[in-house]
DNA sequence: GCCGTTTTCGGCCCGACTGTTTTCAGTCG
């Protein structure tokens, strides 16, 4: 699938276009990158089906990017994209990853002082150049080491949201390998944590050559690291690496157990078994020289005296302790999601309209669907006031009666400005059916103010649900500063509902903070925050961080069924 | 470069914040 390579070159053109300060087409590119980004479809299958014609159907591209895309399936490049690169050879995605780093600082940085990459961006910060430039100064300077230094703290890790269709798209490859007998992921992956190092996967075959030699010529991948019959490893185009490894049957179960992990997890059960006179490898539970339990994973917790454990819950948090107890979660899975609750729509410059959003949630077996555009402060994301909420109710309302089974809820992501009120008049507030509020401006508050500002915002009477109530973005930024315990608190006396933003770079809350609220007795949400209705798929992503987070169906409010969640809203 | 309930050309990408300035440019959401 081309549709991330294609998209990533298009943010780069749009990165490089601002930088030479034309107008208009950087947000050109930017649009057909999201979108390409986030449909479900192969764009090469819908090249191959319908042509160029059928490309320039997909929102936001046009003749020009339509012709792109089709030399980029056909020649594997885009001149164009190489012509601006050669124009100004800088590594912009790497250079602009930086927090404060942008095109025109980059462009500034490369004709002054020849800055191409990370690394002479680092050296140059170091040795106090950049300070002295015109338009720079020493925090511009002290911040760019700060943004390198966040940087190198993420780097090597990837974000399950990023890799994830990639790791399905092998797994099915391989799956429909007559030759493969038993199948799995393994690792960060099957624990579903928000980012990943590399890919595992175990495999049990009778033909390990054949499915060793099928794997390394798959496409996506640009290095063979090592190939041999338990063992291969490869680089994909995206950065990161997929072991296959190819287990014995009868180990199969000790394989998975012990290639999940995590490896905090793995040193209990191995004292466990310790303990019971046992030793636990990745061949198998032993007593002496005889095997009594391997070929399946289940099995293995068995003969320790525990019931399966989720490879969610594998952290040792507790869960060992609780398994032993017989006081495991019973874990909010998929099939308990009745609706979403904050999506966006056209009306707020999202790409689909209400109609395109609710066709996919019925699909996705839905009762519900919340649309929670973003509200009046907001005006880059085309933020609705209070005369448009008007106008997008009666479309909802006559929506409504055209549907069975199934109803539009109308919500709206408002924000909380920085004294803590909100930005939509409470008589507007009080005609949606819930109200979701977040903070999207002044972030770097201090915490006491921030941590009030949010409390204030939850008391208003009309507030239903804090969206991202953190604010981090993985690899990027930290949460702001709040103190989460009074947060809960307030939220338990007020009745607020705390997201699970299924974002893949947010995931807010984050696993400890789902835990917390849980513990507080705090319902959340588990919504997808989309902008395209491709991405109402991300609710895979919240749930996996709910379930990291211990929580069950009671305490997500959108496993509600409808009439229920309208009473708890009213 | 894309798009169309403002519809085939003219509008889109606004406003807060930061860090740099002395009136503003760049970045971010």
């Known amino acids: 699938m081309k549709n991330q390579e294609i998209a990533k070159i298009f943010y780069e053109i749009a990165d490089f276009l ?45 003749k020009s990017i339509a012709e792109k895309i089709e030399e980029y399936l ?18 912009m995605e790497e250079l ?31 040795t106090h150049k950049i300070a002295p430039l015109f338009g720079f100064g020493e925090k511009t300077e002290k911040n760019i080491l700060e943004g390198i230094a966040f940087l190198k703290k993420s780097k090597g890790r990837f974000l399950l949201g990023d890799i994830l ?15 493969v007998e038993q199948i799995s992921p393994a690792g960060s992956v099957r624990r579903m944590k928000e980012t990943i190092g590399d890919v595992d996967i175990l495999i049990t075959t ?17 290095k063979v690291w090592m190939k041999g019959p338990t063992k291969s490893s490869v680089r994909m185009e995206q950065g990161f690496d997929v072991d296959l490894r190819v287990v014995k049957k009868k180990s199969y179960g000790s394989a998975l157990q012990y290639f999940t992990g995590s490896k905090e997890h793995n040193i209990v059960t191995r004292r466990i078994a310790m303990e019971k006179g046992l030793k636990l490898s990745e061949y198998g539970l032993f007593k002496g020289k005889k095997m009594i339990a391997g070929w399946y994973e289940a099995g ?33 899975g998929h099939q308990d999601i009745k609706g979403d609750l904050h999506c966006h729509s056209k009306w707020d410059g999202g790409s689909n309209t209400i109609e395109e959003i609710v066709e996919m949630a019925e699909k996705m077996g839905y009762q519900y669907i919340g649309i929670a555009d973003h509200t009046r402060f907001l005006r880059i994301e085309h933020g609705l006031d209070e005369k448009r909420l008007a106008q997008q109710r009666k479309e909802i309302d006559s929506l409504n009666e055209k549907l069975k089974n199934f109803q539009i809820l109308q919500g709206a992501e408002t924000n909380i400005l ?11 507030l ?25 409390i204030k915002a939850m008391e208003n009477p009309h507030v239903d649900i804090i969206s991202h109530p953190t604010g981090r973005i993985l690899k990027r930024r930290d949460e702001y500063q709040v103190d989460f315990d009074k947060i809960l608190r307030a939220a338990k006396e007020t009745g607020t509902i705390l997201e699970i933003n299924s974002f893949s770079e947010r995931l807010d809350l984050n696993d400890q903070n789902i835990r917390r609220a849980k513990e507080a007795g705090v319902k959340m949400v588990i919504n997808t925050d989309a902008h395209y209705k491709d991405q109402l798929r991300f609710i895979e992503l919240g749930i996996a961080q709910a379930r990291r987070g211990w929580a069950e169906k009671k305490d997500i409010i959108n496993t509600y069924p409808l009439e229920k969640l309208l009473t708890f809203f009213r």
């Open 18 to 62: 601002e930088m030479e300060g034309v107008q208009f087409k950087p947000y050109a590119y930017q649009k057909a990158a999201l979108t390409l980004e986030t449909l479900e479809k192969d764009v090469g299958e819908i090249y191959k089906e319908g042509g160029k014609e059928a490309l320039e159907k997909i929102s936001g591209v046009g």
């Open 74 to 91: 056909k020649t594997g490049k885009i001149k164009y994209y190489q012509g601006l690169k050669k124009k100004t050879p800088v590594q």
């Open 96 to 126: 602009t990853a930086v927090e404060g780093m942008g095109p025109r600082k980059a462009k500034i940085l490369y004709q002054k002082l020849g800055i191409r990459n990370l690394k002479d961006l680092e050296k140059a910060a170091k």
């Open 165 to 179: 269709p990639q790791v399905k798209e092998i797994l099915e490859k391989l799956k429909a390998l007559k030759e």
């Open 206 to 222: 009778k033909d390990a050559k054949k499915v060793m030699d099928f794997f390394v010529q798959l496409p996506g991948i640009t």
């Open 300 to 332: 293995i917790y068995k003969a320790l005296g525990l019931p399966w454990i989720a490879p969610e819950l594998r952290e040792n948090q507790g869960e060992i302790e609780a398994g032993l107890a017989g006081k495991l979660p019973k874990l909010i």
């Open 418 to 428: 920085p004294d803590g009120s909100i930005d939509i008049k409470d008589e507007a």
């Open 430 to 454: 009080a005609k949606l059916d819930y109200v979701i509020a977040g903070v999207h401006s002044s972030m770097k508050m201090e915490k006491t103010k921030m941590t009030e500002r949010i």
